[in-house]
């Protein structure tokens, strides 16, 4: 299972960004899938997830400012980003809990990371 991200980039203190990230290959599943982020020194954390039912999840940081969004079609899940904070520049990773035909069982896949800076 691949993850691929994108929307990462560099946004003015209040501004918004939009993450994308779609898993591909031999899928027989996708169960959880969400955003995590890592800070220089800091220990990666969970942001936002969200499951098959929509059911969502978020760090309370972020609550009230970014929303997460999935279509289980097409295996896609997006971070909406308002109102941002230079407090959330960090890599944001994409992460799915999927079932790889074949494997039959649940298992952790990552994005590459994106980075996402938040500067006047």
């Known amino acids: 299972v691949h993850l691929a991200e994108s929307g990462g980039g560099l946004a003015q203190p209040g501004g918004s960004l939009r993450l994308s990230c779609a898993a591909s290959g031999n899928i027989m599943a996708v169960n959880a899938m969400g955003w995590y982020r890592q800070a220089p020194g800091k220990e990666r954390e969970l942001v936002a997830s969200i499951v098959p039912n929509n059911s969502t999840e978020y760090a309370d940081s972020v609550k009230g400012r970014f929303t997460i969004s999935r279509d289980n079609a097409k295996n896609t899940v997006w971070l909406q980003m308002n109102s941002l904070k230079p407090e959330d520049t960090a890599v944001y990773y994409c992460?799915?809990?999927?079932?790889?035909?074949?494997?039959?069982?649940?298992?952790?896949?990552w994005g590459q990371g994106t980075q996402v800076t938040v500067s006047s």
């Open positions: 992460h799915a809990f999927a079932m790889e035909i074949g494997l039959w069982t649940l298992e952790d896949y």
